[in-house]
């Protein structure tokens, strides 16, 4: 009996992958110079569109060395495939086994090659309890001296650091009221992109008020296109379940709240699905969410009873991904149905614009301090 897949359908499958590359890397260079023309004399328009697109969606020849790499593995398990065709006598039998164990195999590579899990941080919080947050930040520091021009100069505190991910807190960890653990999605691993999103945690900390930590403890997609895969949200929710277990750990009377934004809010969620023990957060926010895998909020555990809330503009096209009923990672938590607090933005709000939105923040902040605040815009979606 023939392998599961065949060695031709195989092949098929790495040619075509290798004609994607090659039209993504013509894409790319077309995508380049109708930037370059379009910056010239133009401050705004079509060339700021572009620059925006520029910033959230990595390089295209990323997309494309990726799909070329998984060709090549594709290439060698076709190569497998035709040894196993030809085994006689005694090994005949063994050939439907020992193709099963490939297919599997290529499975699993083909994965790593696009979602490979972060590595592990040096020394987490949890294990540096008994130092203060100058401390902790000294320490990671001498360990990790080339993040030190990431932290010149500024307030924010370095509390982990691994080779994919870093972990910062702008605020006193210790005696704030509410920590506010903010977790970013795609591109978010890339060390040039770090800067931004600590200065995002120094808004979200001067408009909420509580300690806000900047969690990029994963390793995120890199591509648009690997946004969907939904291994690097599992591999990231069980890191930051393990982190809010350390700010639980170290100030029990705190409050915690958890803010994903876009792929960040599949981890988020992802976190809040494993009820044993519940995520240790008093409020899951999910700003921008391509979906949340659960039927709705009930299925997702929290130790406090802050609950679940949700906020994407009318203008983020982050919502022709999902629906009422499914979407990309699951269920649109925004919906009716889903059962999550429903918060306006502020009108035109793109993806990467709510922490400019003084609606949004406001709703933030509202949710930050928490049950009895009425600061803040909500009703329920669509009726603005």
Same mark, same amino acid.
């Given at each position: ?10 092949? +098929?499958?790495?040619?075509?992958? @290798? ?5 993504? @890397? ?21 060339? #700021?569109?572009?620059? @925006? ?6 390089? %295209? ?14 290439? *060698? ?7 196993l065709i030809g085994w006689e006598g005694p090994l005949a039998h063994l050939a439907d086994a020992f193709g099963e164990v490939l297919d599997r195999r290529c499975a699993e590579e083909v994965t790593a090659l696009c979602t490979p899990p972060a590595g592990p941080p040096g020394r987490r919080l949890g294990d540096l309890g008994g130092l203060s947050p100058d401390a902790v ?38 005696? #704030? ?11 978010? &691993? ?10 995002? #945690? ?8 509580? +300690? ?15 946004? *969907? ?57 999910? %700003?921008?969410? /391509? ?9 997702? &555990? ?12 009318? +203008? ?16 649109? /938590? ?10 306006? +933005?502020?009108?035109? *709000?793109?993806? &990467? ?15 930050? @301090? ?15």
């Amino acid at each position: 009996m023939a392998p599961a897949v065949t060695a031709q359908y195989l092949r +098929a499958a790495a040619a075509a992958l @290798r004609a994607a590359a090659a039209g993504a @890397r013509a894409t790319g260079r077309d995508w380049a110079a109708e930037e370059s023309a379009l910056a010239v004399g133009v401050a705004g328009g079509p060339a #700021a569109g572009v620059a @925006r697109l520029a910033e959230t969606s990595p390089a %295209v020849n990323e997309t494309a060395a990726q799909m070329t790499a998984v060709a090549s593995v594709l290439d *060698v398990s076709a190569s497998l495939h035709e040894r196993l065709i030809g085994w006689e006598g005694p090994l005949a039998h063994l050939a439907d086994a020992f193709g099963e164990v490939l297919d599997r195999r290529c499975a699993e590579e083909v994965t790593a090659l696009c979602t490979p899990p972060a590595g592990p941080p040096g020394r987490r919080l949890g294990d540096l309890g008994g130092l203060s947050p100058d401390a902790v930040h000294e320490l990671q520091l001498t360990e990790n001296p080339r993040l030190a021009p990431l932290f010149d100069g500024g307030e924010a505190r370095l509390l982990e650091a691994g080779p994919d991910g870093v972990v910062a807190v702008v605020g006193d960890l210790d005696s #704030a009221e509410t920590t506010l653990t903010f977790v970013a999605g795609v591109g978010s &691993s890339r060390p040039e992109s770090w800067p931004g999103y600590l200065g995002r #945690a120094r808004e979200l900390n001067q408009a909420t008020g509580a +300690a806000t930590v900047m969690w990029l403890g994963y390793r995120a997609p890199a591509t648009l296109t690997g946004a *969907v895969a939904r291994e690097p949200a599992a591999n990231g929710a069980a890191d930051l379940r393990t982190f809010q277990a350390a700010l639980a750990a170290r100030n029990p009377g705190q409050r915690r709240v958890v803010l994903g934004h876009s792929y960040g809010s599949v981890v988020a969620s992802r976190a809040a699905r494993d009820p044993h023990p519940p995520l240790e957060a008093d409020a899951l926010v999910l %700003v921008g969410s /391509p979906g949340v895998d659960a039927k709705n909020a009930g299925e997702l &555990s929290l130790a406090g009873a802050g609950g679940v809330h949700a906020i994407t503009s009318k +203008a983020d096209p982050i919502g022709l991904t999902v629906d009422d009923r499914a979407g990309v990672h699951g269920r649109d /938590p925004t919906s009716p149905g889903f059962g999550a607090r429903v918060w306006h +933005a502020g009108r035109g *709000v793109d993806h &990467s614009g709510y922490w400019e939105d003084p609606v949004t923040l406001a709703a933030l902040a509202a949710i930050t @301090r928490g049950p009895g605040d009425s600061t803040g815009v909500y009703a329920p979606r669509g009726s603005t």
